[in-house]
């Protein structure tokens, strides 16, 4: 029995040791890049020079890290525009949207470099100008949390400046997080947006756990029956509450894996959202365009309560001045806009669609000469030697474009110039008939 005993013993510690050498074989395969952490890829990216190649002479060939972005970009732009055109779906063109920051203890972890709360710093502020290029007649406003009190840094405006001026000057954590200290103090300030205006949250939380005064689950179901729509992007893990709160009011929660992940989840809230269903109400808006004021004129600001020289807007109604357009009367709170920002708010409900790429041999054909310079910028789409490159064209007009007017046409000017130049010589040939 002793012996039997000891051979199982020792063919157990020897299944052990084949497990322990397969497990340590296993981290060598990973230490090898093809199992990498997070916090690794971001080094790993940086190393570019074990993704050089050579060409047919032995030269090393430069690396085109413009195709790998346009790739990227082209399936972003294919999931949103499939996602448009399969429904008609309706979408709010006056967004008011609060942004809050955890800037609690938990926000100084150093897991993204250097710290969340740079990350998150950073990348605001992208987000913030990006938000008003797509949404012109939209409004931000900015809120942090941080020792377990939610603290109104900006009111909803239309400046990017001030905002991202005002949350640089704030960029201290301490403290636990109060998730529901920051959804009352946003609840009053949206409660108060008439019922045109989408009311929107979006809530970068990188705590996992929040110190409450009271009952949240009433605060939650409170900004559900205000129509406030809550998204949340965490930077830690994910958490049943955040969960929960995204359910119940429409919104979308998503946990952060790196920096480049937090950046593409962060831009995804910059395109107006779908409208609910039960809170997409039609209404007619009063909206007033004022005449840019003269340069010499001395007036006071209504925004900042002193008076200025020169520039500024004079509001229609009450011809009290303002300083930025789109804005509220602060005087008789009639919606001051810009008719540019008017019709570059309507460019989400009739998107353009994907351009389709374009095969090399089509390039390389002598009867196709047309097509070798790109119709936006007429550059050539030859590399040197008479070589093609990557390009795309429209699936209407047809004509050709480089990969940086697809990424400038889609995305800053909305109208593709080969259809525009083809309406424009259609109508000039209908008038002369």
């Known amino acids: 029995m002793n012996d039997m005993e000891h051979r199982k013993t020792n063919d157990g510690e020897g299944r052990r040791l084949d497990g322990e050498e397969e497990e340590e074989e296993e981290d060598e395969d ?240 910059a395109p107006p959202p779908p409208a609910i269903a039960e809170f997409a109400i039609a209404n007619l808006i009063k909206m007033g365009f004022p005449q840019r004021a003269a340069e010499g004129v001395i007036s006071i600001c209504s925004c900042h309560k002193e008076a200025k020289v020169g520039g500024g807007y004079t509001c229609p109604r009450c011809k009290a001045r303002v300083c930025e357009l789109p804005t509220e009367c602060r005087i008789c709170g009639l919606t001051l806009v810009s008719s540019p920002h008017l019709a570059r708010s309507y460019h989400h409900l009739f998107p353009i669609p994907p351009f389709d790429e374009v095969s090399l041999s089509l390039l390389n054909n002598p009867h196709q000469r047309s097509s070798r310079a790109c119709f936006g910028c007429q550059e050539s789409l030859l590399i040197p030697g008479n070589k093609p490159t990557l390009c795309v064209a429209c699936p209407k007009c047809k004509q050709h474009f480089c990969l940086d007017c697809d990424i400038y046409i889609h995305e800053s000017l909305h109208n593709c110039p080969g259809c525009e130049s083809f309406r424009h010589s259609k109508i000039v040939s209908v008038t002369e008939e």
């Open 30 to 269: 990973e230490g090898n890049g093809r199992g990498l952490d997070a916090w690794e890829r971001a080094y790993a990216d940086e190393r570019s020079w074990e993704s050089l190649q050579e060409d047919e002479s032995g030269l090393l060939r430069p690396i085109d890290n413009k195709t790998i972005y346009h790739a990227q970009y082209r399936r972003r732009i294919r999931s949103l525009y499939s996602s448009t055109t399969t429904a008609r779906i309706q979408k709010g063109l006056i967004r008011y949207l609060y942004i809050v920051v955890d800037l609690s203890r938990a926000a100084s972890e150093m897991d993204f470099k250097p710290s969340r709360m740079a990350v998150v710093a950073k990348h605001i502020e992208a987000f913030i100008r990006e938000f008003f290029d797509q949404n012109p007649l939209s409004q931000i406003g900015l809120v942090t949390i941080k020792d377990g009190l939610a603290q109104c840094l900006t009111d909803l405006g239309g400046s990017p400046d001030s905002h991202v001026k005002a949350l640089m000057g704030k960029l201290e954590c301490s403290g636990d997080s109060s998730l529901q200290n920051a959804l009352d103090l946003v609840h009053g300030y949206l409660n108060q947006i008439p019922s045109y205006g989408h009311r929107e949250v979006l809530i970068l939380y990188s705590a996992l756990s929040t110190c409450d005064p009271g009952d949240i689950m009433e605060t939650i179901q409170e900004c559900k029956k205000s129509k406030i729509r809550c998204s949340v992007i965490g930077l830690s893990a994910e958490i049943f509450i955040c969960r929960h709160l995204c359910q119940e009011t429409g919104g979308s929660y998503s946990v952060a894996l790196d920096e480049s992940h937090f950046k593409e989840l962060l831009l995804e809230h």
